[in-house]
């Protein structure tokens, strides 16, 4: 029976159809919205309806107001930061900065180019330029060094190494840090940056456009390589030519380029190249163990003293002297010197010496006022040169000088012709400024040196024989006061402050070395003298400073002034000795700190041989002696210790330059106890002994070596001590050549081992 239609199920019921298309449609819509997933809250929608309301006029005063005042808020930032940058960085960075300004940059985009260099600059690996030496055995100076009136403690040098962090240098007692305004005051008198100070010489290079433009292999036959050329060029006169200089740099140079032959000549060239082989091994056979074996055909210092020997005979066999034959003169004798051919070198000087005589080189010409600017100015310089290479070679060989007098022209005042002197500029690594070298300070004062030098020499050695009788005390007061006045009267840049070049140092030190060698033939008892003030007493008896007695000696500032009043007398011996042996060491200590003994330097052996043989006389006398065992003493025999391993080293590393140096350094080492020689084998990486074959070859080559104070060495046996004593030859006994005559054979026949027998005990 059919159901009432009221009674029926109701179907359930669908989504609307919005779009009249049935169930189909609306399935669909359902579908699809369930995948998008849930709906956005409300949280979510409010920025977008801040947004559209803003857009659309809507924002409220007070929202917009807010929002007005974050963006004024940070463009005032932006504003501050970029006129920081203009307040804080270097000049050169502030004024590219107002140029971009003044161009019309955006403020926000000037500052995100600085944000984004600085941040590329630290993300750029630079690699570390400054460098330091650290010493050998004892890090720190020597307590014994650090005195109140040792000037070279307050040297800028110094202050720079014991303010880096991590430095072991200590600042000695009384001294420290000087005050902020004194320091600032200091550095602003001197023209030196921090560069100098911080990094070592031999890492600058000279920047000199004349050197870019010449060509010098139209001066040679060696080599082609224009830029090896000039490389070597420019380690001459970084390193040998301010302190040695045998011409005037730019005309040399000015002349090269123009192929004129006034200042500049094959000979010359050749001659200068075959000394700066020495100078720059980076570019001359580094990697070759034997580069300091002239002899060596391998080496191209060998192929330029070839050439250079060649032109020199050819110039000979004509009868014309030229100033550039003079001058390469100067250098083949150096260059004979580093070869330990002193004998044969020293021809060349005497050679040079007879041209300059034969063209009236030291008199005044009568056209003088007329001559050419650049010949009389070239003249000038060969005379002064010439006479202060002989004047320091005589020295050092105990000879008498070969010039009585210096030059008749004076040397012309700085501030009056400064090109006469010329200039040598320094560019160090990652620097972007240059240096000066005060190149005319400097060679005025070492010439003016080298005059007291020849008188010192007339004093000294102006008589024939080997007896000569020791000069008057009153006559060595008088060459010790006008060496006082001329230390007085040294210029800013050659003060003890502000040093930092190997060629200032290096005058220093000539300065304390020949105060050293003129007092200890006063001395009456010189191996007391050499230890007896410092050992009992590290702080020396305090001695009269130069500007208290700078009346007194002014006269002495001429040494042909008519007769005058006796001078002050000399200061006490001792003190004095002492006094200058501690700066001699101090100056010495710092060089190799700052600069090291890497880079070749043909005078500071003469210090390195001179501290190394003085303080091992004075080891000896304390090993000799019968003083007590204390903790003081233990340090101050152990600074000794350390301060001749130091010098050791160092002449062991210049000995892989040249051949001298080899041979010295094993002169030294000879002389070593046995505990110090096993302290230099600790801390430089030594060859074996050298065989007997090799100390022949090395007594056969070095034909001459500079006279030095060597100690001597007690002798145990008889046999010994009877060589010792046994006569010379008269060619052994000559004043001034009988030194590897006599040491070289000690050398190769003694060889003083004696310490290594145990038969002493170390004591420190």
């Not at 000279?206 to 040679?220: F, G, K, M, R």
């Not at 020849?454 to 006008?482: C, M, Q, T």
Request: glycine share 4%; hydrophobic share 35%; net charge negative.
């Amino acid at each position: 029976m059919a159901t009432p239609p009221s009674h029926r199920p109701l179907r359930a019921l669908l989504p609307a159809d919005t779009e009249g298309t049935g169930g189909e449609r609306g399935a669909a819509v359902s579908s699809a919205s369930s995948s998008v997933g849930p709906r956005p809250t409300s949280v979510e929608l409010a920025p977008r309806r801040r947004t559209a309301r803003a857009a659309c006029g809507d924002e409220t005063p007070g929202r917009a107001l807010k929002r007005r005042f974050v963006d004024l808020e940070d463009k005032v930032n932006i504003y501050e930061q970029v006129y920081a940058i203009l307040r804080s960085r270097p000049q050169h960075e502030a004024n590219s900065v107002f140029k971009r300004i003044r161009v019309g940059d955006d403020p926000q985009s000037i500052l995100r180019h600085v944000e984004h260099g600085d941040l590329l600059l630290q993300l750029r690996v630079v690699p570390e330029s400054r460098y330091r030496y650290e010493f050998p055995f004892m890090s720190p100076l020597p307590v014994r060094l650090q005195t109140k009136d040792n000037p070279y403690l307050g040297s800028l040098i110094y202050e720079w190494e014991i303010e880096r962090p991590g430095s072991p240098a200590k600042s000695p007692k009384g001294k420290g840090k000087q005050p902020e305004a004194a320091r600032s005051a200091s550095e602003e008198s001197t023209t030196h940056g921090p560069g100098p100070y911080l990094k070592p010489f031999h890492a600058a290079e000279v920047h000199d456009p004349l050197i870019d433009s010449a060509e010098p292999s139209n001066w040679t036959e060696v080599t082609t390589d224009n830029t090896l050329l000039r490389s070597l060029l420019r380690s001459y006169f970084l390193h040998e030519y301010q302190w040695f200089s045998a011409f005037q740099k730019e005309y040399f140079l000015s002349d090269m380029i123009a192929d004129r032959r006034q200042f500049c000549s094959p000979l010359l060239v050749n001659a200068v190249l075959a000394l700066a082989c020495a100078t720059d091994p980076q570019h001359c056979h580094r990697d070759l163990p034997d580069r300091a074996e002239f002899w060596n055909p391998r080496t191209l210092g060998y192929g330029f003293l070839t050439e250079a020997k060649r032109h020199w005979e050819l110039e000979q066999a004509g009868s014309r002297s030229k100033l550039t034959t003079i001058q390469a003169a100067i250098i083949l004798n150096i260059v004979y010197n580093l070869n330990s051919m002193v004998k044969l070198g020293w021809q060349y000087t005497l050679q040079a010496i007879d041209m300059a005589h034969k063209m009236k080189l030291f008199k005044k010409p009568e056209n003088w006022d007329t001559l050419n600017p650049r010949l009389r100015a070239s003249r000038d310089f060969t005379a002064w040169s010439l006479f202060g290479w002989q004047s320091h070679c005589t020295y050092h060989l105990f000879e008498k000088p070969l010039l009585d007098n210096p030059p008749e022209v004076p040397l012309p005042a700085i501030t009056e012709d400064p090109s006469w002197y010329g200039e040598v500029w320094l560019k160090y690594p990652l620097e972007g400024i240059l240096y000066p070298s005060h190149y005319a300070e400097f060679h005025k004062a070492k010439t003016e040196f080298r005059v007291i030098l020849n008188d010192i020499s007339k004093v000294f050695h102006g008589e024939p024989g080997h007896n000569r009788s020791p000069p008057p005390e009153s006559k060595i007061a008088e060459l010790y006061w006008r060496l006082q006045a001329w230390y007085a009267a040294l210029p800013e840049s050659l003060s003890p402050r502000a040093i930092v070049f190997t060629a200032q140092m290096k005058l220093h030190m000539h300065y304390h070395h020949v105060i050293i060698t003129m007092l200890q033939g006063l001395l009456t008892n010189a191996p007391d003298v050499l230890t007896s003030t410092s050992a009992a007493s590290p702080t020396p008896t305090a001695v009269p400073a130069p500007s208290q007695n700078i009346l007194a000696i002014s006269s002495l500032l001429n040494s042909d002034a008519p007769s005058q009043p006796p001078g002050p007398p000399l200061p006490p011996l001792q003190a004095t000795f002492s006094l200058h042996r501690n700066h001699y060491e101090t100056l010495l200590r710092l060089y190799y700190l700052r600069h090291g003994f890497e880079a070749l330097d043909t005078f500071i052996m003469m210090s390195l041989m001179t501290i190394a043989f003085i303080t091992t006389k004075e080891l000896e006398a304390i090993r000799l002696s019968a003083q007590s065992s204390s903790e003081e003493q233990k340090q101050y025999v152990n600074s000794l210790r350390a301060t001749l391993v130091l010098c050791a080293k160092g002449l062991y590393d210049q000995g892989k330059s040249y051949y001298l140096s080899q041979t010295v350094f094993r002169l030294v080492r000879s002389g070593m106890h046995v505990n110090e020689k096993e302290l230099l084998r600790e801390y430089a990486a030594l060859p074996e002994e050298e065989d007997s074959r090799d100390a022949r070859m090395r007594e056969k080559l070095a034909q001459r070596l500079w006279p030095h104070p060597h100690p001597r060495v007690e002798h145990d046996s008889q046999e010994d001590v009877e060589m010792e004593h046994a006569p010379r030859t008269a060619a052994e006994g000559q004043e001034g050549w009988k030194v590897l005559d006599g040491l070289l054979k000690e050398y190769g026949e003694i060889r003083m081992d004696a310490p290594e027998s145990g038969d002493s005990e170390d004591q420190g």
